[in-house]
């Protein structure tokens, strides 16, 4: 299975596109594009990741479960909270309600100003009890969901706070990682690659991963044993990488300002 089986990254109403963009190192490619892709209607349940090198939309298709959960690793201040929150900006581009999202984060404040949104859930701090309750309400709507065209993304901006949290908030999450994607709960979570000592086993629940910039190659060989994988060439803050087995994707934030 290719990353293409998974995510759409041609669409018919943007295939003329594809002759005219020829610089997928520019940051400024982004901005030529964004503009098309709002305008243009995206398929329904699809969310915009970020805008390949050719300069076409990579979306993920929310009724299909095979990418399964994502984790995005990166070293610090490479952009992991600012890919989540243009996933949770991206995801107010469907049907009004089509898709929601509820963000787990140690840093609230970050998130000044989401919580407005009107497809957001909340946010809370990982480390409360109310964030706990919240994956728990996930584990029950998603028994519903499957009848439904909604979809619900979960925001976890730091796995290390839930792996350390108590057994329930624990066993919640794993359970949310094995069945929420086909039950359209797509857990979508950050991590410190200097941190995964403590969460080695977790990574196995991952086969989806997206990747900011990891400068220290040993640590990204422990994320991805692909020798044709760059991670400290990634540009910080803006661009990341798509990897699923056999296959390699970089790709840039959209900007929506």
């Known amino acids: 299975m290719t990353t293409t089986d998974n995510f759409l990254l041609t669409l018919q109403a943007f295939q003329e596109l594809q002759a005219e963009l020829r610089q997928p190192d520019d940051p400024a ?10 305008d243009g ?9 970020g805008l390949a090198e050719d300069g076409l939309p990579l979306l993920l298709d929310l009724y299909d ?20 929150q243009s996933l949770a900006r991206a995801s107010d581009l469907n049907n009004p309600g089509e898709i929601q999202f509820g963000v787990l984060t140690p840093f609230p404040e970050e998130w000044e100003g989401y919580e407005t949104l009107p497809n957001c859930l909340g946010v809370w701090p990982a480390y409360h009890q109310a964030g706990r309750d ?10 519903a969901l499957p009848n439904t065209r909604q979809a619900v993304l979960l925001f976890v ?11 329930q908030a624990r066993h919640n999450l794993r359970w949310l ?11 979508i979570v950050t991590v410190n690659p200097e941190r995964l000592e403590q969460m080695q086993t977790w990574l196995d629940y991952f086969t989806t991963r997206i990747f ?5 190659f040993e640590v990204a060989r422990q994320l991805v044993d692909n020798p044709r ?15 699923q087995p056999g296959s390699w994707l970089k790709f840039w934030l959209p900007p929506f300002d």
Do not use: M, N
């Open 65 to 84: 479960p095979a990418p399964g959960p994502l984790l995005v690793a990166g070293d610090g201040g490479c952009g992991k909270t600012a890919l989540l």
């Open 212 to 216: 900011g910039q990891v400068t220290r």
């Open 41 to 49: 209607a995206l398929p329904d349940g699809s969310l915009l990741l």
């Open 29 to 38: 490619l982004a901005e030529t594009v964004l503009p098309a892709v709002t």
């Open 134 to 143: 919240f994956l728990a309400q996930l584990v029950d709507w998603s028994a």
């Open 177 to 187: 990682l094995v069945h929420g994607p086909q039950r359209q709960v797509w857990p």
């Open 229 to 243: 994988v760059d991670l400290a060439a990634i540009y910080p803050g803006r661009q990341f990488g798509l990897f």
């Open 157 to 167: 901006d730091g796995l290390d706070l839930l792996v350390a949290s108590d057994f």
